[in-house]
Nanobody, 120 residues
Framework: QVQLVESGGGLVQAGGSLRLSCAAS????????MGWYRQAPGNQRELVAA??????NYADSVRGRVTISRDNAKNTVYLQMNSLKPEDTAVYYC???????????????WGQGTQVTVSS
């Protein structure tokens, strides 16, 4: 069973930094895209950043402050967040779109989420 395990969330003061990690495990699969989403109370889940091959995509609200990277050998994606703002406070979810060995279709997998809280 495919699992995504996130780490790195926590409480930080405004202007500080955090690095989130997400490691995928549970079989042989081909990864298309890995990314991070976030959901604040009362809001819909939104894309923060995604990476597919050498291509990256960032939400306008975080561009220039956040960097997504990926270690293919470890099936791990990272999110380096700098200059954090109180409005970055949310639960951050790791997402992976992958095709399991023997299957012809891709599936979206989600982590359980990690809380990021930025105090003013």
């Amino acid at each position: 069973q495919v699992q995504l395990v996130e780490s790195g969330g926590g409480l930080v003061q405004a202007g500080g930094s955090l690095r989130l990690s997400c490691a995928a495990s549970g079989g042989v699969f081909v990864i298309s895209t890995m990314g991070w989403y976030r959901q604040a109370p009362g809001n819909q889940r939104e894309l923060v950043a995604a990476i597919s091959g050498d291509n990256t995509n960032y939400a306008d609200s975080v561009r220039g402050r956040v960097t997504i990277s990926r270690d293919n050998a470890k099936n791990t994606v990272y999110l380096q967040m700098n200059s954090l703002k109180p409005e970055d406070t949310a639960v951050y979810y790791c997402n992976m779109r992958a095709r399991k060995s023997g299957r012809s279709y891709f599936t979206d997998y989600w982590g359980q989420g990690t809380q990021v809280t930025v105090s003013s």
